[in-house]
């Protein structure tokens, strides 16, 4: 597609219920990247992968947020058991790879955990 | 750490005022890249600098990177209502992680 496509724009979940949130990369953009942010607060990273391959999950908070890239194209975030302190806008951006390409990001998925 | 830090934290200008924000780092810097977030909207890749003292012009928008690669500042000049918005620099890895500062908000006073 044109653009980087997130699904779902909103979310709002019970705190328990576990979540998928749905990345649409740019056709052909090999890196592709999860960040967090919260409210007034820059994005923070989460995850990377480069095609299938998880290249670095440092970012992720706790053990019940999982990410994946099966065929190297779309991704999902999943965050099982989810908490209050999991409320924020969950951004997806895609790239061709290599330093210093600027990436594309999405729209977004604001989750509200309640 | 890694992290970029950006001053200031909120600006606000009257329409048609210059705005500056500055984006500092204690290690010396590969490449810095700037990235414009309106409200409610996401980042929006604007620049990336990869060379000491380098500079950037972008019509209203001047960007530099310092000497050392140690610092790069965003300048707008007579700012504009779309204008408004948080402006974030980013520093990339060698692994390609990009490492957001926590921005600068501009608030344009009509």
């Known amino acids: 597609g044109a653009g980087v496509s997130q699904s779902p724009r909103y979310k709002v979940a019970k705190r328990g219920q576990d979540v998928a949130l749905r990345c649409d990369p740019i056709?052909?953009?090999?890196?592709l990247f999860w960040y967090q942010q919260a409210l007034g607060q820059g994005p923070e990273f989460l995850t990377y992968f480069q095609n299938e391959a998880q290249l670095d999950k440092s970012g992720l908070p706790s053990d019940r947020f999982f990410a994946e890239r099966p065929e190297g194209s779309v991704s999902t975030l999943k965050i099982q058991r989810t908490q209050q302190e999991d409320s924020a806008v969950y951004l997806c951006?895609?790239?061709?790879?290599?330093?210093?390409?600027?990436?594309?990001f999405g729209s977004g998925t604001r989750l509200t955990v309640v | 750490g890694q992290q970029v830090m950006q001053i200031p934290q909120y600006q606000h200008v009257q329409e048609g005022e210059d705005f500056t924000t500055y984006c500092n780092s204690s290690t010396t810097l590969s490449n810095i890249q700037w990235y414009k977030q309106r409200p409610g909207g996401h980042p929006v890749f604007l620049i990336q600098l990869v060379k000491s003292g380098e500079v950037k012009k972008q019509k209203r928008l001047t960007f530099q990177f310092g000497e050392a690669k140690k610092n790069s500042s965003l300048h707008i000049t007579a700012t504009q209502t779309t204008d408004v918005g948080t402006y974030f620099c980013?520093?990339?890895?060698?692994?390609?992680?990009?490492?957001f500062g926590k921005g600068t908000r501009l608030h344009i006073l009509p």
């Open positions: 980013a520093r990339v890895n060698r692994d390609d992680k990009i490492i």
């Open positions: 056709s052909g953009h090999v890196s």
């Open positions: 951006a895609s790239s061709l790879g290599g330093q210093g390409i600027g990436y594309t």
